[in-house]
């Protein structure tokens, strides 16, 4: 098995375990390309990281597949109903990270070059985030659109690697005073259109099949972080709405001195 094949599994099952955990999935991929010595340029490193979150979302929606049929059927009635009014809270939620993506997308490719310092940084901030969410009142209030907007914003800024996108938008939701059961839901769907149209832009541009990793390798990466992030988002739907956020910061905070520092002294 060649060792490009090995760093594809061992980051598939990264990227599938820490997607739905707040600890940021982007910040462990890229932390893990240094450990195993990744020499790809920004462009081929972010196009296996791109593939790896497609494995993630399509396991997001194969996990609410009886949820997202429900929202289909009713948002095709052509009339307003709840599942209309939660398309367009999604389809809100997803304006800021689509306008920073198309204005920024070269800048955001140099992120994905083993920056381990920044990831560090935002590790740290990604737990100080989740201390404060930790210490919201509960509340039992939905979604608004406003609410949309703003969980949409912090889900743009988790474009930065170890900015955790999970932990950013589902703690800025608690912030806002939402549910931690629905504020959980909707950080999980919310992600699924941006993602596939990602993979729909690189498509279209013809950057999918050009500089980019071997085939097998995204293949493998893929598949591994699908099987994870299925029983992963399974586990994470059930327990994350009843665990404290504490632990996760902890264990940012704990990654993000470690990465900095290493950076920094080594």
């Known amino acids: 098995m060649g ?24 910040g462990h991929l890229e932390l893990a390309k240094a450990v195993l010595g990744d ?22 929606v194969v996990a609410f597949r009886q949820e ?8 095709f009635k052509l009339k307003w109903n709840p599942e209309s009014e939660f398309s367009a ?26 920056q381990v310092l920044l990831v560090g940084i935002c590790l ?30 912090a889900q743009a800024i988790a474009i930065l690697p170890g ?27 919310m992600v699924v259109p941006l993602i596939f149209g990602k993979m729909a832009k690189d498509l279209l541009d013809g950057e999918i099949g050009g500089s980019t990793p071997h085939f097998p390798a995204l293949a493998v990466g893929f598949v591994c972080a699908f099987v994870t992030g299925y029983f992963a988002c399974l586990w994470m739907v059930r327990i994350v709405k009843q665990s404290q956020l ?13 990465a900095a520092g290493y950076a920094i002294f080594a």
């Open 3 to 26: 060792i490009e094949i090995i760093n594809a599994i061992v980051l598939g099952i990264i990227q599938g375990l820490t997607e739905f955990l707040p600890v940021s999935s982007s």
């Open 39 to 60: 020499t790809s340029v920004g462009e081929e490193s972010l196009m296996m990281t791109v593939t790896l979150h497609f494995g993630t979302a399509l396991a997001t």
């Open 68 to 75: 997202i049929l429900q929202v289909l059927k009713g948002t």
């Open 89 to 114: 809270k999604i389809i809100i939620s997803m304006i800021p990270a689509t306008i920073v993506g198309l204005l920024l997308e070269s800048q955001i490719e140099q992120l994905f070059s083993r």
């Open 124 to 153: 740290l901030i990604t737990g100080g985030l989740l201390l404060l969410a930790n210490r919201a009142k509960l509340s039992d209030r939905g979604v608004s659109y406003k609410d949309a907007f703003w969980v949409g914003i």
């Open 163 to 189: 900015i955790s996108r999970s932990g950013a938008t589902i703690s800025s939701a608690v912030l806002l005073g939402i549910d931690k059961e629905q504020a959980t839901r909707f950080s999980f769907l």
């Open 246 to 258: 504490n632990y996760f910061a902890i264990y940012c905070l704990i990654i993000g001195t470690i």
